[in-house]
Nanobody, 124 residues
Framework: QVQLVESGGGLVQAGGSLRLSCAAS????????MGWFRQAPGKEREFVAA????????FSADSAKDRFTISRDIAKNTAYLQMNSLKPEDTAVYYC?????????????????WGQGTQVTVSS
């Protein structure tokens, strides 16, 4: 099993930036993909971005393209989400997940492990 711990959330003004980190431990050799999702109050958890662990191929939701960048450092077993030009509608709890069975990357059901989440609040 893979354990995940997110960090880097906080309060930022609109137009600002944050970098989220997701540190993986445990059976990290089994990771196919790591992804970021977010969940705003009263809404479902939605896909933000994902990265294939070995190849480094990235996938982003339309809402994240041009503003958010996902990356990973295999040596540190850590994935990152660099978020720029933040908007109030980006306010949510951000979760990272790991896919260890292979397959998809954009649905919550594709993921086997989740972190506890980190709050991002963007003020106007």
């Amino acid at each position: 099993q893979v354990q995940l711990v997110e960090s880097g959330g906080g309060l930022v003004q609109a137009g600002g930036s944050l970098r989220l980190s997701c540190a993986a431990s445990g059976r990290t050799f089994s990771i196919y993909t790591m992804g970021w999702f977010r969940q705003a109050p009263g809404k479902e958890r939605e896909f933000v971005a994902a990265i294939s662990w070995v190849g480094g191929y990235t996938f982003s939701a339309d809402s994240a393209k041009d503003r958010f960048t996902i990356s990973r450092d295999i040596a540190k077993n850590t994935a990152y989400l660099q978020m720029n030009s933040l908007k109030p509608e980006d306010t949510a709890v951000y979760y990272c997940g790991a896919v260890t069975r292979g397959g998809g990357y954009s649905r919550t059901t594709d993921y086997d492990s989740w972190g506890q989440g980190t709050q991002v609040t963007v003020s106007s």
